[in-house]
């Protein structure tokens, strides 16, 4: 008995990194794209680093809070650029795979005149829009567009120029699948989108019951 549990140890030990090892490489690599998107470099692979934030602590499957947004809004509204700025700097800071948040960011520096730094939040929302078109083509469950937040949804769909009519939850072989009912509004035209929320349903489970269960590869 004696020798098995030494055996036993020995062996939690060595396996032991491998696990811490498995538990920080997302939050290294996510720390790692960030600080070269931070740098200025927009060709970074996006939803590499999407993907990586939704497995760090920080993350949240339910998106940004909404009042730093309303903050903007009213800052905005009342052409208050520093304040504005100040709110969207802030949902960056907590979330910077936030594309409303970099679209936020964009508008009010183009208000105080930095071009510059107007059109570096307009490329990062380019590549976190085309990272989550180059997950799938969203016309079936199993060819869903992957996504790390439901909002993700709404901004990537409110973005292409589509309103949101319905929404229900299918199950596809990647796991759980969010079937959005939408219009064009130019040709006002119906259609259905499909969005894999694998991660958003992992998410929710780290968040209600402390566990990091791994999402089903899309």
Not at 23 to 28: H, K, L, N, S, Y
Not at 40 to 58: C, H, K, M, V, W
Not at 152 to 180: C, H, I, R
């Amino acid at each position: 008995m004696n020798v098995f549990r030494t055996l036993l140890v020995s062996a939690v030990l060595a396996f032991a990194p491998l696990y811490a090892l498995a538990e920080t490489a997302p939050v290294q690599t996510y720390q790692m794209l960030l600080g070269q998107l931070k740098g200025g470099n927009t060709g970074i692979d996006f939803q590499a680093l999407r993907y990586a934030y939704s497995e760090t602590p920080e993350y949240s499957p339910y998106g940004s809070p909404p009042t730093k947004k309303q903050e903007y809004s009213r800052a905005f509204d009342a052409q208050n650029w520093d304040e504005a700025l100040a709110a969207a700097n802030a949902l960056l800071e907590a979330n910077y795979t936030d594309m409303e948040g970099h679209l936020m960011c964009a508008a009010a520096y183009e208000k105080e005149g930095d071009l510059q730094q107007a059109e570096f939040h307009r490329a990062v929302a380019r590549g976190l829009v085309k990272s989550i078109a180059d997950s799938g083509d969203g016309k079936s469950v199993d060819t869903a567009l992957v996504v790390i937040a439901v909002p993700e949804e709404y901004q990537f769909l409110a973005l292409n120029g589509f309103a949101v009519s319905q929404q229900a939850l299918v199950t596809g072989k990647n796991g759980p699948v969010d079937a959005m009912t939408v219009v064009d509004r130019k040709t006002n035209e119906g259609r259905t989108f499909f969005f894999n929320v694998a991660r958003v349903f992992a998410g929710y489970g780290r968040a209600l019951g402390g566990l990091r269960p791994t999402a089903p590869a899309p």
